[in-house]
Nanobody, 118 residues
Framework: QVQLVESGGGLVQAGGSLRLSCAAS????????MAWFRQAPGKEREFVAG????????TYATAVKGRFTISRDNAKNMVYLQMNDLKPEDTAVYYC???????????WGQGTQVTVSS
């Protein structure tokens, strides 16, 4: 069974940085894609960034491109989201997710709150 556990959220001032971590367990993830999503109050969950576990290729939402960086550590089965130049509109619960390369995101973590004050 795939398990995803996020950590690293918190309160930060605008312009600051945070690094989110996602500990993945339960499978060999070489055929998986991992991603970060976020959900702000009253809004739908949205894609933030994704990474192909095997190749390391990445994709980003337009709103975070150039500010956020997704990465993974194969040896530790960890996925990270480095968030720089944070803005109040980045405030949301951030979720780590996993899926097979072809398919939908079926596995989700419990989420970690990120709050950016102005």
């Amino acid at each position: 069974q795939v398990q995803l556990v996020e950590s690293g959220g918190g309160l930060v001032q605008a312009g600051g940085s945070l690094r989110l971590s996602c500990a993945a367990s339960g499978r060999a993830f070489s055929t998986y894609a991992m991603a970060w999503f976020r959900q702000a109050p009253g809004k739908e969950r949205e894609f933030v960034a994704g990474i192909n576990w095997a190749s390391g290729s990445t994709t980003y939402a337009t709103a975070v491109k150039g500010r956020f960086t997704i990465s993974r550590d194969n040896a530790k089965n960890m996925v990270y989201l480095q968030m720089n130049d944070l803005k109040p509109e980045d405030t949301a619960v951030y979720y780590c997710a996993a899926k097979r390369i072809i398919g939908t995101y079926d596995y989700w973590g419990q989420g970690t709150q990120v709050t950016v004050s102005s």
